[in-house]
């Protein structure tokens, strides 16, 4: 979270060994000592350094650049164009979709994948029995790849020999055409979601339900208050911080969705499900158009920058 | 084999609610009672994509395909799919690279991670508090974001279709050195002051003090980097076109496509490929919750 981002002010400074008090090192001068902490902590870091600046800060860098250029695929044809893969992309009416189907997915998704992961550990966590096998079951879809969830429930979802649609039918309700049905689609792929990456959230909470103190329920529940009572006025409140940060994470891992979409309906029907990572991916890949590609990641980044800020501010503001 | 023991868990969420219920007798209150029945058919709901991946993948096509579509199939089950998808040897070499380079990610990601975590937390280096602020604030940059520049970097070095592409582009987790430092400033400074007196050096004090005692959050680290490597699709999707060096999250994508109607195969590759991390899973689960637990919270 960009909060973190300012300076570690209560990192003690002291030296191990060495500045601290009634520890004295005789031999070394202190400013030997800077010198040689100077270089150690450099030599630690440059591992990292070596591979962050080379695969993450490089690229964001020849990226922003790339943006500026016409940039293909195939040929080397990197002129300088300034602005104008952004002013073509302001104008695309499909870069616009895209991102309202991202932002369309994540809405639709967030409230979900708290709600029902709350639930579920609110749930297991009322002391039931064969905790293992709950924590089992709702965790282990998070545990397969994109491409099994998309195989297994593209296939439940197939409209004449799919699982839905026979049970629909069983009920005496009209079977659905879900990943083909422009209205339903995008609501297929949340179900598929969530049941793929509710479990995540569902062992964040599960963690932070442990660590509420017992002895809050005990005072409780001698002052008569029951369970609902008690969920409301202990659990919920308790649960603030992880609340506020689970919705963070979901809200930015959703943005990012791409996976499950192209794998079950290829952004279809008709580009309703399209996400803009798939545009991205097409406009640079199927396209052959590098710079127009990389315009459309900066406004994907600048969008997620700006979503980030939000919620920093109200996140700060609640808390303030 | 996944066959055979995935569906049991919904076996036991019913015997599980039974035990419940004659608990209730013993003062069990009437809301444990129903939370439990509630969680029971959930989870029972969330095993059936399993169960359903199974019961297809071990039909015939032509039964798989046949309409009404029945649990138990009238000519009985068979391992026809799973021969067919294990004989066309795909499956194998697939498995070998996820395997190899998810190693590769993890261990590349855990060494460098704390060494940098360590020079934040224990050295009193000129420049580190730029440092951990430049790390924790890319943690905002999505990936999908640097992989039209990625694919041009790694095109240019020629490294497309190796498994450099694939490995060298996913070792920075800066959520993860983040972890890791929280974990390194708990241990007690007085240990390394003990041994910087005796004359040890600080790659020694890392290695033989620092490492030892962060065993716990390693292995969370380990075990959430090689997760998500496991998992990842969208870069291993571009780096890679060759057959032989897809992971298998890419190639059960072209199976798909190649085999477009054959839905027994489909869902016995899938089964396939899910087999190893729920093997693993069952095997490692309190270790596995715990560090997703641990590693998941990195935001804060």
């Known amino acids: 979270m960009p909060r973190l981002a300012a300076p570690q002010r209560r990192q003690p400074r002291t030296v191990p060994g060495i500045s601290a008090p009634g520890n004295p090192v005789p031999h070394r001068s202190a400013p030997r ?26 690229p964001m860098m020849s990226g922003a650049y ?18 104008a893969n952004y002013g073509e992309a302001f104008a695309d009416p499909d870069m616009w979709r895209s991102l309202g189907n991202t932002l369309y997915f994540t809405l639709i998704s967030t409230v979900p994948l708290v709600v029902v992961a709350l ?22 879809p998070f545990l397969l790849a994109s491409t099994v969830v998309s195989l297994f429930f593209a296939w439940m ?16 309700l009209p079977p659905v055409a879900w990943l083909n049905d422009p209205s339903v689609a995008m609501w297929a792929i949340v179900i598929a979601t969530v049941w793929w990456t509710v479990g995540f959230n569902f062992l964040l909470y599960l963690a932070a339900l442990q660590n509420i103190p017992q002895q809050h329920y005990e005072a409780a529940s001698l002052d008569g208050a029951g369970g609902w009572r008690q969920f409301f006025s202990i659990t919920l409140p308790q649960l603030g911080p992880t609340t506020v940060m689970i919705v963070i994470l979901q809200v930015l891992a959703s943005l990012k969705v791409f996976d499950q979409i192209y794998q079950m309906t290829g952004g279809g029907p008709g580009g309703t499900t399209r996400p803009v990572v798939q545009y991205i991916f097409e406009a640079g890949f199927t396209g052959y158009r590098l710079g127009y590609s990389a315009a459309i990641s900066y406004i994907f980044f600048g969008l997620i920058l700006l979503i980030s800020l939000a919620q920093l501010f109200i996140t700060r503001k609640r808390s303030a | 084999m996944a ?11 019913g015997t599980a609610v039974a035990g419940r219920t004659s608990g209730r007798r013993r003062k069990m209150p009437l809301s444990r009672v129903v939370a439990t029945a509630i969680v029971a058919v959930l989870a029972v709901a969330w095993l059936v994509p399993f169960a359903w991946a199974a019961v297809t993948a071990l039909k015939t096509e032509t039964e798989a395909a046949a309409t009404p579509i029945s649990w138990l199939p009238a000519s009985g089950f068979t391992l026809d799919a799973f021969a067919k998808v294990l004989g066309s040897g795909n499956i194998p070499t697939w498995t070998f690279n996820s395997l190899f380079t998810s ?4 261990a590349i990601t855990l060494v460098i991670s704390a060494s940098a975590a360590y020079a934040i937390s224990r050295i009193d280096f000129r420049g580190k ?8 604030a890319s943690i905002i940059i999505p990936p999908p974001v640097l992989i039209i520049p990625l694919f041009q970097q790694m095109q240019s070095l020629n490294l497309i279709d190796t498994y450099w592409a694939l490995i060298l582009p996913q070792v920075i987790h800066p959520p993860m050195v983040f972890v890791l430092k929280k974990f390194f400033d708990q241990i007690p400074r007085e240990l390394e002051e003990a041994a910087l007196m005796d004359g040890a050096g600080r790659l020694r004090i890392f290695t033989t003090i620092v490492l030892p005692l962060s065993r716990p959050i390693l292995a969370a680290v380990a075990i959430f980097v090689f997760i998500g490597a496991w998992n990842n699709f969208l870069w291993p999707f571009i780096a890679t076109n060759e057959n032989s060096l897809l992971t298998l999250p890419v190639g059960l994508q072209t199976i798909k496509s190649a085999y477009g109607i054959q839905y027994a195969q489909n869902m016995a590759s899938a089964l396939l490929a899910a087999l190893p991390l729920i093997v693993v899973f069952l095997f490692f689960q309190r270790q596995i919750i715990k560090g997703v637990a641990t590693t998941g919270l990195a935001g804060t």
């Open chain 1, 33 to 58: 000592r800077r010198l040689r902490e100077n270089w150690q902590g450099w030599a630690f870091m440059a591992p990292f350094l070596a591979f962050f600046l080379m695969f993450l800060v490089w």
């Open chain 1, 66 to 83: 790339m943006s500026l250029t016409g940039k293909s695929l195939t040929g080397a044809n990197d002129t300088f164009i300034g602005l």
């Open chain 1, 119 to 140: 639930a579920l550990a609110a749930l297991v966590n009322m002391g039931l029995p064969a905790q293992w096998l709950w924590r089992l079951s709702f965790f282990s």
């Open chain 1, 157 to 172: 979802y197939n409209p004449e020999l799919g699982l839905f649609n026979d049970i629909l039918m069983k009920l005496g």
């Open chain 2, 3 to 13: 066959t055979q023991t995935l569906p049991r868990p919904a076996v036991q969420a």
């Open chain 2, 103 to 106: 190693v590769a990610i993890t």
């Open chain 2, 129 to 136: 508090n730029v440092m951990m602020g430049v790390i924790v």
